[in-house]
């Protein structure tokens, strides 16, 4: 007995060793970060700029995987189903925790048991913006038009049940209103697809509906927070107008579950240490974002879990289906 269990305390203290070694010596390949919508869009500005300095601090570099599609679901499940040694990644944000599983039924995920949340990287409001041509100038005006036109206002997101449906959902909740979504693979086609005249309204990440604004192909009528945003601060907020209207979204870092304690620790450390970066921090305002760096593991595990939550309800509650 006493023989046996030497040997169990001789192989525990060998396993506890060689994930002691790994951890040390992570990462000493490239690590792949997924995101689960196309190239040019909100999610992949914020990956690139932030991924850039940390595949720096890190000695390795971050490969930019985009795996657009179901609202996101397909990036996030091929990470949920990925070996926990933390070279492959996500960017993710609070759909994971049930808004995913209410829409795509096929989901199979929890963003609790399937994924280690590592840090928070960006938070921000979104805007509102509508075709160039058309004549709603403010918040009132197009929820004036939205009542004249029930059902006939049509609006573009970057999938359906991600923040950008979720965002209009909450608008037409809010305002009383009614109008028709039409679902993108992504932030880019969403976006542009209100440049061309396809649909006449979006409620789009600030890196994707920004470029379009300057080139005045679009024309951002609002930030949807509930106040003025210091990103934005000659632009009105939705809350001005909708009482009680107030939705900003935010992205960050999750792992496999089962990563090495010490593997999620170092990425947690270079998240942090890259969005405190001066040069990055800048990037990420000039996008529309600002850096949001996490306190702890446990204190992004705790912050996710309950906007996960939030989002959950609000899912629920705006009766979102599937198309």
């Known amino acids: 007995m006493k023989k046996e269990l030497r040997a169990l305390s001789f192989a525990a203290a060998a396993l506890l060793a060689s994930a002691c070694a790994v951890a040390d010596s992570y990462p000493t390949r490239p690590i ?3 995101v689960g919508f196309p190239a040019g869009g909100g999610a992949d500005t ?3 700029i932030v991924s850039d300095k940390m595949a720096r601090l890190l000695g390795q570099p971050i490969v930019i995987d985009n795996r657009p599609g179901a609202g996101t679901t397909i990036g996030s499940d091929f990470v949920a189903r990925a070996a926990p040694d933390g070279y492959t990644l996500l960017l993710g944000s609070g759909n994971l925790y049930g808004s995913d599983q209410l829409l795509y039924k096929a989901v199979k ?18 805007l509102l913006a509508v075709h160039k041509d ?3 100038r403010t918040v009132q005006d197009l929820i004036a038009q939205a009542r004249q036109n029930p059902g006939r206002l049509t609006y573009s997101s970057s ?3 991600v923040v950008t449906h979720l965002a209009a959902l909450s608008f037409e909740k809010a305002a009383g209103v009614s109008m028709l979504h039409v679902p993108y693979k992504g932030g880019a086609p969403s976006i542009q697809a209100v440049a061309a005249g396809d649909v006449q309204l979006t409620f789009g990440t600030p890196p994707s509906v920004l470029p379009m604004a300057q080139g005045q192909k679009l024309r951002v009528l ?8 210091p990103l934005f601060p000659d632009l009105p907020s939705i809350g001005e107008a909708v009482k009680g209207y107030d939705y900003t979204f935010w992205f960050g870092l999750f792992a496999p579950a089962g990563v090495p304690p010490e593997v999620a620790q170092k990425l947690f450390d270079a998240s942090v240490a890259a969005l405190n970066d001066p040069e990055v ?27 996960g939550a939030k989002s959950k309800e609000l899912t629920q509650r705006s009766g979102a289906t599937l198309e």
Not at 109 to 126: E, H, K, L, T
Not at 222 to 229: D, L, N, P
């Open 46 to 48: 914020v990956a690139r």
């Open 32 to 34: 792949t970060l997924v």
């Open 109 to 126: 995920y929890d963003g609790a048991r399937s994924f280690v949340p590592i840090s928070r990287w960006s938070s921000a409001p979104m």
């Open 281 to 307: 921090k800048a990037r990420l305002e000039k996008s529309g974002n600002e850096s949001a760096p996490s306190q702890s593991l446990a204190e992004f595990r705790s912050w996710a879990a309950a906007e």
């Open 159 to 161: 999938g359906t049940g």
């Open 222 to 229: 609002a930030v949807t927070s509930g106040q003025r945003s």
């Open 134 to 136: 058309m004549s709603a």
